[in-house]
């Protein structure tokens, strides 16, 4: 439960999990639920029950209504506070490749706080226009931008081989945290964020349980 105004201390494991209840909450509530229990979430999503438990009675102001549940309105306000939902954090991507376009065009960042207000890329013949409404600069312009517009957050969806260089860029344009798609590890200064997202790893997991499960099934 939380303590007055005091902000949640949250674990990386429980962070990663929120967006998920959010989602799943929101859904009921649009289905017009207002109060759902613990071991129903657990159920929907497959997780532990004691965990789910022990998550939404710190996202809560209250500990729920006994034999009931939690209100769902007050969950979801509660954990978009913490994610910091509420608050839009604005953001440059560099690499507008087929993943970076994707990730331009995807309507979703805004409900997360996240808006992306501009890209960059290194080849003349993707700049100077627009892709999914968002002006495409020369990395030429990547510091006076961010500096301008007082941009912290910087998405990297270029090639292995060019990622550490972007990165050290934007570093220099006074971003403080960086969201990378490379498949490659970043060296950043002690203060800067770095999130990865490791796409064959997560491959190689999903490949393994896959494995895991068929050969369950033909024992």
């Known amino acids: 439960m939380r303590e007055g105004n005091k902000p949640t201390v949250i674990s990386k494991q429980a962070l990663q999990r929120l967006p998920?209840?959010?989602r799943?909450?929101?859904g009921l509530k649009e289905q017009g639920m207002s109060i759902i229990a613990a071991p129903a979430v657990a159920a929907r999503l497959g997780l532990n029950?004691?965990?789910v438990r022990k998550d939404l009675a710190a996202m809560s102001n209250s500990h729920g209504k006994p034999k009931a549940g939690f209100i769902i309105a007050e969950l979801i306000e509660n954990m978009e506070e913490d994610l910091g939902y509420n608050n839009s954090d604005d953001a440059v991507l560099v690499g507008v490749g087929s993943l970076g376009r994707a990730l331009l065009g995807y309507g979703g960042f805004a409900e997360c706080g996240l808006n992306m207000v501009a890209a960059f890329d290194a080849d003349p013949a993707l700049t100077g226009g627009r892709i999914c409404g968002k002006p495409v600069f020369p990395m030429s312009k990547l510091n006076d931008i961010c500096s301008r517009m007082?941009?912290?957050?910087?998405?990297i969806t270029v090639p292995a081989a060019a990622a550490q260089a972007v990165c050290d860029e934007l570093v220099k344009a006074g971003v403080l945290a960086i969201w990378n798609f490379a498949p490659t590890h970043l060296t950043v200064p002690p203060d800067i964020l770095v999130q990865s997202e490791n796409m064959a790893a997560s491959l190689?997991?999903?490949?393994?349980?896959?494995r895991q499960r068929l050969r369950e099934e033909n024992l």
């Open 20 to 22: 998920y209840y959010i």
């Open 24 to 26: 799943f909450l929101r």
């Open 150 to 155: 007082n941009i912290h957050i910087g998405v």
């Open 204 to 210: 190689a997991l999903l490949s393994n349980h896959l």
């Open 49 to 51: 029950e004691v965990q």
